[in-house]
């Protein structure tokens, strides 16, 4: 075979193998079924979240009034009680034969008194009569003051005794939650003993530490929502008190705010997350799935139409804390760009893009 010719033959496939590569590799990407919407505009809300702290308006701390060892404890702690109820009891069982030994005195003092009572009209009569000396009834009748002393003192030593024996019976002074129980049956307590405490919880009091660099945008009136651990919202209140001290320790300055809590779903000491909203406007929002991140930036893929076709572009954006669902936009999107909000998982920048269906 001339060599021309080979050269041209060798040349002649090169040029195929090539055209059938780019054929190959220049298959069009499929375009990926994505839903699609504009930025939309709502309310943004500046907040900060802080860990505060319930306490209850009004806490009873109960203390026994007299020494003894526990005999019984009536409830547990987070229990709902109503004023007079029965929460321990204290054993009584030195106090009672104390209070029998001084009836049974009683009684036989009573017995002394009626025989000074006879004892004393009999010598009137004689005294009357002429058959007793004025000194005979002078002493009848010290007898008779002397016995109805007895039996006032003893009588008054039983009611007190009688009033005693309420103390070892400790009651809810008020309605209210049961807190922490710290004794045991067969513990020995005395007056400086804490019980328990009786806590009204239908109205609490939030507890914020704020750092005293934001204390310039707290005011009275500020809004406060509570939130439990994944981010529900509890109630929602007002800053009602800014205190005038900082905390030397912390650096913060603490604020507080009344909560309503009329299900009793709150607790005293229970620990929430507050948040502290500083301040609302109108502005672009991106709900949560359309929002991706790598390497800690976080971004968002437009819908933007090039040569008639719908790409996903790439945008990194700048947000503000996710609330509600949703993440304000600070910077790199605009309020009615078209933007992907589901779907973003698959896509990279430049990927062709339809809108799905349904």
């Not at 010290?142 to 016995?147: G, W």
Request: contains cysteine; glycine residues 8%.
């Amino acid at each position: 075979m001339p060599r021309n010719r080979l050269i041209l033959l060798l040349a002649a496939a090169a040029a195929c193998s090539k055209a059938g590569a780019e054929s190959i590799g220049g298959e069009a990407e499929a375009a990926v079924p994505v839903a699609i919407a504009p930025v939309a505009r709502a309310t943004v809300r500046d907040t900060t979240e802080y860990v505060a702290t319930l306490k209850s308006r009004r806490s009873v701390a109960l203390h026994p009034q007299v020494d003894g060892q526990v005999a019984a404890i009536l409830v547990h702690s987070g229990d709902r009680v109503k004023r007079g109820r029965l929460l321990m009891q204290i054993d009584p069982s030195r106090e009672l034969q104390s209070v029998s030994s001084q009836k049974a005195t009683v009684l036989s003092k009573q017995a002394a008194l009626a025989y000074a009572q006879r004892e004393y009209e009999r010598v009137e009569t004689l005294y009357r009569g002429g058959a007793a000396s004025r000194q005979e009834l002078d002493l009848a009748k010290s007898a008779l003051d002397a016995a109805g002393a007895d039996v006032e003192a003893l009588g008054a030593a039983v009611r007190a005794g009688e009033v005693q024996l309420h103390w070892f019976s400790i009651v809810a002074p008020e309605d209210g939650v049961v807190g922490d129980v710290p004794v045991r049956v067969g513990d020995y307590v005395n007056p400086q003993t804490e019980l328990t405490t009786v806590d009204q919880n239908d109205r609490l009091e939030l507890y914020v530490a704020v750092p005293v660099e934001r204390v310039a945008q707290v005011r009275l009136g500020l809004p406060v929502e509570l939130l439990d651990s994944s981010g529900a919202k509890l109630a929602e209140s007002r800053i009602a008190f800014v205190s005038s001290e900082v905390d030397p320790d912390t650096q913060a300055v603490l604020l507080k705010a009344i909560v309503e809590n009329p299900t009793g779903a709150l607790r005293t000491s229970q620990f929430v997350r507050a948040r502290l909203v500083w301040s609302e406007r109108q502005g672009p929002v991106l709900p949560f799935d359309a929002v991706k991140r790598f390497n800690g930036q976080p971004f968002a893929f437009a819908a933007v139409e090039v040569d008639g076709k719908l790409v996903a572009r790439q945008r990194p954006v700048s947000l503000g804390p996710l609330d509600e669902g949703v993440y304000p936009v600070l910077a790199g999107l605009s309020a009615g760009e078209k933007i992907v909000v589901e779907g973003a998982q698959k896509l990279h920048d430049g990927a062709p893009i339809v809108p799905a269906k349904g």
